[in-house]
């Protein structure tokens, strides 16, 4: 009876002992078969989605890399800028999110792209051991850039070691035939599996951050993944045009200095469809490599008391209001992927439609590990709509970038210029954010305005 009652004390503690997975996934739009787009393939992380809570309004705090993910590893809003974290790193008032749960007894380890650098390091090369982007946060901040050379030429690698120089000697996209491994996230991934493996076998809970590169540009994706897509039908381009008058619009810089063979998506509807399906296809890509974690994390037996949280860095224009990328403050750049796997979950598989914030996360997490909460953080804990999916919320979310600031509320988007330039848009319209419509509804817009941090 005694060896039970022990048996039962230590098997308790284990499970209470909670771990944290959390992956990140690049210019992930929410462009997956769990979040209503039924031509994508993308059956691990739906499988996630089912056993878990699917968050499909969920909006990050800036349209680009680094000042998002200074918003999830701080839980506070930031900078708009990309060096975000580098910044904060020369002046440290409170603790990342890994830093406070290191502090709390876990072992923190990142793999591959976690903060804006790939590995966590500056310099040259993004490599260098001097210069952390996350200082006191991870004990192993780790990026293997197998034939990428460096985590510089891994961020924007290509088949079989080709990395970025010019951009306009690199294609836009490409689908070369071949393993997982021919591509950037294959030695990433192998160790995300490896430190899996190390973590198992420690006497501490881990928290263990692993990002996923792709979709991120330029597309490229072994040539099984098109194969999704070869015949796929998809849906027309929604509000395809430049919008009118000043807004958040951008030329899509980013993506037009790659080779594309003289081609336009705005104006050549064939290549359009082109860069959608190689997107579709990185998206299946990343979604492998979600599944390789996940089924490595089961047969490891951790799958009980592991939380497990898929987060998209920011959305993806592929066309809507005449852009390709990120940056804009529109919705398509705005709105990602989140998913919580945990058991305290009610009605796992069950959606929310409720506004959340990126922000909200980091006191999530402490709430589900039994953590305090730190007093410095500006979101809000997720766990009464991870118990229930209709709890109430209060249904907005504050985004910016360098040269404006948004709030987004269940029925309208506002967008204030920082020369006090006002958009107003009507989400539920079927203009959407087409039609600005500041003018006749001045009331609202000043004080959807007063509602924005000054």
């Keep these: 009876m005694r060896i039970l ?25 929410p462009e997956l078969k769990s979040f209503g787009v039924d031509y994508i393939h993308s059956p691990n992380i739906d499988a996630l989605a089912n056993r878990g809570r699917a968050f499909t309004r969920h909006y990050v705090q800036a349209p680009t890399c680094g000042a998002s993910r200074y918003a999830l590893l701080t839980g506070t809003y930031g900078p708009g800028g990309n060096g975000a974290l580098f910044a904060r790193a020369n002046k440290i008032k409170n603790p990342s999110l890994p830093a406070y749960f290191r502090e709390n007894g876990y072992t923190t380890v990142s793999v591959g792209k976690v903060s804006h650098h790939p590995g966590g390091r500056g310099g040259k090369d993004w490599d260098d051991d001097s210069k952390p982007e996350m200082p006191k946060s991870w004990d192993r901040h780790l990026l293997p850039s197998g034939k990428w050379q460096h985590p510089r030429g891994w961020m924007h690698g290509l088949a079989n070691g080709e990395i970025r120089k010019n951009a306009k000697d690199m294609d836009l996209f490409q689908s070369v035939v071949g393993p997982d491994e021919i591509y950037p996230d294959g030695p990433a991934i192998h160790e995300t599996l490896n430190q899996l493996d190390l973590l198992s076998k420690a006497d501490k809970p881990f928290f263990l951050a692993t990002g996923i590169l792709r979709p991120h540009l330029p597309f490229g994706a072994p040539a099984k993944y098109m194969e999704h897509y070869k015949d796929a039908k998809l849906p027309p381009i929604p509000h395809p045009k430049k919008p009118e008058g000043q807004t958040t619009w951008h030329g899509s810089g980013e993506f037009m200095k790659y080779n594309r063979w003289g081609k336009n998506p705005n104006t050549d509807p064939a290549f359009a469809l082109a860069v959608r399906k190689h997107y579709a296809a990185c998206v299946s890509y990343a979604d492998a490599q979600v599944g390789k974690i996940i089924n490595r994390l089961n047969e490891l037996g951790l799958r009980k008391n592991t939380l497990i949280i898929v987060w998209g860095d920011h959305g993806w224009h592929l066309g809507e209001h005449a852009i390709w990328g990120k940056h804009s403050l529109f919705e398509e750049s ?71 600031n948004t709030i987004r509320t269940a029925t309208h988007r506002l967008i204030k210029h920082s020369k006090g330039h006002i958009e107003l848009y009507d989400n539920t319209s079927p203009a959407g954010e087409t039609k600005n419509i500041a003018k006749e509804n001045p009331d609202l817009a000043t004080e959807l305005a007063e509602r924005l941090p000054k």
Excluded at 7 to 27: P, Q, R, V, Y
Excluded at 348 to 356: A, F, H, L, M, R
């Design 5 to 29: 009652l022990v048996l039962f004390i230590l098997g308790s503690k284990t499970f209470a002992e909670k771990n944290i997975l959390l992956i990140c996934i690049d210019d992930l739009r």
């Design 334 to 404: 705005l709105r990602s992927p989140l998913i919580i796997v945990d058991p305290v979950i009610q009605k796992p598989g069950e959606i929310t439609n409720s506004i959340v914030e990126t922000i909200d996360l980091f006191p999530t997490l402490c709430d589900l590990v039994d953590l305090k909460k730190p007093d410095f953080l500006d979101g809000s804990s997720l766990l009464p709509l991870l118990k229930n999916p209709k709890a109430a919320s209060d249904n907005t979310a504050i985004s910016y970038n360098g040269k404006a």
